[in-house]
């Protein structure tokens, strides 16, 4: 529920969180007097309604940095919020066009747009926060995106101070729990930011997971002919025989890349490789010998035979996980998306400096491995070590283990599961500051 009225912002003169000479700034008393910025006052004076009693208005704000897992993440958050807990949910986003990717009905030149019932304002700016400031009783800044400094001022305003979360990025490791929800203290307003660190074990805020998510999975799985009918229209041919193994592989430009399609070329049993265009498509070209490997490309060498996929819209991707026996997926999204499809995968994280990013990697493996045979355990870690700069993969050997993989994928989705989902927890826990 949005307390305060709407205003137009040019009476709005709050001063700012950048230094006053930074900006010339009507004194937020004087802002507050002038008759124009009247409605300022408003939820000053406005009754005081329990905002459990009417829906929860929620913003959330997303910076692409680069990729799509940014606003991947933010957007199936969002759709969440609306669809599973009727929240009123308004993402601001900076980059449309990532966006689009992966949410194809968004117009790119619309300031702001209603897509299944949330808000997408436009957020061109760092300073922007729409043609009014309407402070919501959730403001979600993801990914520690910095909010418009206007907004933060008018959140000190507002009667109830909204619960200000900040959802920061996935790890695995352990020092995660210790850190979340731990509130940090505005340094001139009196908010209070809360950290909401989303997680893989307990005392974490968990992963997003939709409540539909198991039962479409299942229907996906028993019905032959969606997953006769999702091959034609993903490939443009039937499935392959049994003996095949699938791979799907989402991922960064990785040297690795050449040696595995040599061992899937070289492999005693045929592998068909489902690749969505993108960052990996120019290995696969060079692999091919083709000038590129555009979406709709299928191309064949020994007992491989490859497909390039049309990048699909977010609700999508999973019956490409659910189609395949492997799963080859990277940064934090597809991740996730991956430990719930159940099936072996191989994760491509997303590269840091100074290798900074094999700690969170190792952190995943240690929960995801925890209860393998250890000849799996570390084939698993060789390979994704491999998959990750260090080493050469060895596909034999990742196959060798298949069975005991696909065993404990399954057992893992479960044991995630008890983490409880994202936004299930994260709305729990902004319910039980607006009582
Ligand atoms: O695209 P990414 O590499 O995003 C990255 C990571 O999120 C990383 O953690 C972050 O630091 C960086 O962005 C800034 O990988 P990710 O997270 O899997 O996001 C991809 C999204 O794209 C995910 O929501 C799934 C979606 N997707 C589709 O919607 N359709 C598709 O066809 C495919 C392949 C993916």
Redesign the pocket.
Known sequence: MRLDRPFPLATQAIMSDASPAAEPATPLSAALSSPLSSPLSSPLSSPLSSPLSSPIACDIFCA??????????C??LARQLAGEHDWQVRVFVDDLHAFQ??CPSLELDRARQTVEGIVVEHWHAPTHAGDTIEVADVVIEA?GCELPPIYVAAMAQRERAPVWLNLE??SAEDWVADFHLRPSPHPRFALTKTFFFPGLGPGTGGVLKEQQLDADHAAFDDSPSARETWWLQATGRPAPPATATVVSL?A?ENPAVDSLLEQWRDSADPIVLLA?E?RISGALARFFDLPSFAAGACAERGNLTAHS?????????DA?LWASDVNF?????????AQWAAKPFVWHI?PQADDAHLPKLDAALAHYGSTLPAAANDALARFWHAWNGVGQPDWAEFQRHREALQTRAVEWAAELAHVGDLAGNLASFAKSQLK
């Open positions: 692409v940095i680069d990729n799509f897992g940014d606003i991947g993440v957007w199936r990717k992966l990914f990025y996935l989402f960064y969505p993108g996929l049309a990048f699909t819209e977010q609700s999508g991707y490409l997926v990277r940064g934090e999204d597809s991740f996730v998306r997303y």
